[in-house]
């Protein structure tokens, strides 16, 4: 005589499964926090550094190559051999996750806000200057906040690529839910899988929707200027 299936979905590893989402409920809000840190710490130190690189870039046409060129690089790297290559300086930690974080975001954001910085009008500059701005002013109040939209786009693409990438931080066990896809595809836990990767969707979502809010509210006039 065989045994009835059982009606726990869990049991029956069912790809959706309410009992897991209510019994794991503490496991996935800990990877949730860890995927949002392991996300926006490498985010925010690359914007810190690609500000001063693309100005750097944008007044000293001989840099713009150089520094493209390394960013570029940095960006095709495969994400376990850049791991590798870092592993010996930052070692099995979370700090070699955000390490190449950094380095893969430095792309997008340097190129979006030297495409910005280009933007701006050659004769808004000269205007700024006879009204008597010096490089720092200018730079501060007409150049970087013309730059804003581009360098917001360039924000929101780097943080959903981060929160993507995130994931690959489980081969080191630092990947947020990136750890419960890995482990769960290990052990073909089906609602597992799935719960943490409709949680990275949700996640990449709610980033570049609340970073286009925050660029809507930064810039107006480009809001009020759109059809």
């Keep these: 005589m065989s045994t009835p299936a059982p009606d726990d979905c869990l049991a029956r590893n069912t790809w959706i499964c309410g009992e897991y989402l209510s019994t794991r409920r503490t496991i996935l809000l800990d990877a949730v926090l860890e995927h949002l840190q392991l996300t926006a710490v490498p985010v925010a130190i690359a914007l810190v550094l690609a500000v001063p690189l693309a100005v750097v870039a944008r007044r000293w ?10 960013t570029t ?10 791991f590798s290559l870092l592993l010996p300086l930052y070692g099995l ?17 340097v190129r979006n806000i030297l495409a910005g910085l280009r933007a701006v009008p050659e004769e808004t500059r000269q205007a ?18 013309l730059a804003l939209p581009a360098a917001m786009a360039g924000l929101r693409i780097a943080t959903v690529s981060a929160v993507s990438l995130v994931t690959i931080g489980a081969i080191v066990g630092f990947g947020g839910l ?43 006039w480009a809001r009020a200027g759109a059809p």
């Design 73 to 82: 690089v940095l960006y095709t790297i495969p994400s376990l051999a850049m």
């Design 128 to 145: 700024a200057r006879g009204m008597g701005y010096g490089p720092v002013r200018l730079l501060l109040t007409v150049e970087l906040p």
């Design 178 to 220: 990136g750890n419960l896809i890995y482990a769960g595809m290990n052990t073909y836990f089906k609602a597992q899988v799935l719960t943490a990767s409709v949680l990275c969707v949700v996640i990449a979502v709610a980033a570049d929707l609340l970073l286009l809010g925050v660029q809507r509210l930064l810039t107006p």
């Design 93 to 109: 930690s979370a700090s070699l996750v955000v390490a190449g974080l950094v380095l893969y975001s430095l792309t997008l954001l």
């Design 61 to 70: 046409s001989k840099a713009a190559g150089p520094v493209l060129a390394v």
